[in-house]
């Protein structure tokens, strides 16, 4: 799979008139606020499954479930780099009822485990999936994507960001026929991720009826990534 990046930029040219002071600064200054934007596809995908076995005795139920979380555990064990991808909760156990005949049928003890897989090789997701579903899975939960490099795309966003404020705060001045001074400050504002489908990015809670899906389906292809930057600059005003 291709992996690229590319690099967007926006401008804002969001200001406010020169003022004639600024926090520990007398100054006249101006408020200019910059956007910036990095997109990238995704490089890893994180899959969340669940197992589930109802059984007239609640350690049958228990056993089954282990039974299964570990063959999947052995499954995918080539498509993991590293142990702590693979992550286990705990057991739950319940009791299961139906109502049949106006009443509440006790149908046995269930158990339910989950299990959590980090894929770090996006060009082996399709012969992943299909390898886990031919296991004893009971639904797939939840299908992420991510970057590994999330930190570094963010700064890169934020950068271009300040950048484009610095570049709003020079047309500002030439109007006003003024020089930018020094940045008196530089706040960054809450990053904005988002990928281009609301899809791989919650809940997909999935169940495998002897691996029918009923006509349900999710893509093995990642959308593309955004990575949003916004600061509000100071700069002094000469």
């Not at 484009?164 to 020079?170: F, G, Q, R, V």
């Amino acid at each position: 799979m291709r992996s690229f990046l590319v690099l967007s930029a926006l401008l804002l040219a969001g200001c406010a008139a020169p003022s004639s002071s600024v926090p520990n600064d007398q100054r006249p200054h101006l408020e200019v606020t910059g956007m910036g934007e990095v997109t990238s596809y995704p490089n890893q995908a994180e899959v969340t499954v669940e197992v589930s076995f109802t059984r007239p005795r609640l350690k049958e139920s228990v056993a089954e479930v282990q039974a299964v979380i570990n063959d999947v555990t052995t499954t995918i064990q080539p498509f993991v780099r590293r142990s702590p991808d693979i992550r286990t909760s705990f057991v739950s156990t319940n009791k299961e009822y139906t109502y049949r005949n106006n009443k509440q049928v006790f149908d046995g003890f269930q158990a339910t485990q989950s299990l959590t897989v980090k894929l770090q090789d996006l060009t082996r997701l399709e012969a992943f999936m299909e390898k886990l579903l031919a296991t004893r899975i009971s639904r797939i939960k939840r299908l992420t994507y991510s970057h590994s490099q999330t930190d570094s795309l963010q700064q890169q966003a934020n950068l271009i960001a300040l950048r484009n404020s610095l570049k709003a705060a020079d047309k500002l001045c030439a109007e006003l026929s003024r020089k930018r001074g020094a940045v008196l400050q530089v706040i960054e504002a809450e990053a904005d991720r988002r990928s281009g489908s609301d899809w791989g990015g919650g809940e997909l809670d999935m169940e495998l009826y002897g691996k029918s899906m009923g006509g349900r389906s999710f893509r093995l292809t990642p959308e593309l990534m955004t990575f949003g930057g916004r600061v509000q600059t100071t700069v002094a005003l000469e």
